[in-house]
């Protein structure tokens, strides 16, 4: 009944037309008094008449909006699908349609070759960065006076910081380097906070490490960055405080007793470049991390959920139930 309907409406001033027509011929009849018997038999032979044509029109038009239809399913490979233009006015608009295509076609080649550029030398930079950094780790190790420490300390953030540049590209390219395996949760954990061990002694931050046990299939690097990148995000916030790692069932749980996270900014903490009201205080923070590691957790099957209350903390869970694997 709706395709009648909108058959109608595209037809709908040939058919009034028609029904004028009939009008008129209604009108002539009657003022010409003619047998109503030869007035109602010519008026039969043309509804049937009508009612043919228009059945046939239909069946047409139908015909043409289902290939339209199929057509937008594969309009990424191409146009020539398109049927026959009906009539001059239509045959416009299918060039129309193929300039327009035509000129996306050019626009997407573009922007292609842009992004490529953009993603090579970020890429390149990424990689010649860590020279300079490797350099000035060299002059840092014999000076271990406070400056010194600082410097170290900052020195460790940038490389964080290129870290994730770099997990950033690899992420948004069409081939990521995935390998899923058997991996050791404890190990992983245990490695993730060797790494980390500076920026906890330095920020006074306590850390209690409850037994984990098991292994997930996995990709080792990308979990152990979405682990790195949440204890980051919990030392960060959490001066003099503790953080806790720990495993409930199938889940890891990173605790912190930090500053906490507002309320209204829970929903919104993995969209990109989101930084709610921590990030408004402070001006540091880059909103990438959290939605990196939704990214990841989502491509790697594994979930991930956030809850805090301001003042008291904050608790990351990673649920990895559908892939943890029992050590025997």
Known sequence: MRLLFAYGKERFFVLLLLIAWWLLYAVVFALYRLNLEAVLYAAVLGAVGTLTVAAVDFGLWLRRLRTLRELQNRVTLGLDGLPEPYGATEGAYQELLRSLYADR???????????KDMVDYYTLWAHQIKTPIAAIHLLLQHDDSEQGREVAAELFKVEQYVEMVLQYLRLGGSSTDYLIAEVPLEPLVRQAVRKYAPLFIRSRVTLDLRPIHGSVLSDEKWLGFVVEQLLSNAVKY???????????GSDLLIQDTGIGIAAEDLPRIFEKGYTGC?????????GIGLYLCKNVCDRLGHGIAVSSEIGRGTEVRLTLQRALLEVE
């Open 105 to 115: 076609l050019t626009q997407l080649g573009a922007a292609g070759a842009r992004e």
């Open 278 to 286: 921590n990030g408004r205080t402070d001006r540091k923070s880059t």
């Open 238 to 248: 959490t001066r003099g405080g503790t953080v806790r790692i720990l495993q409930k």
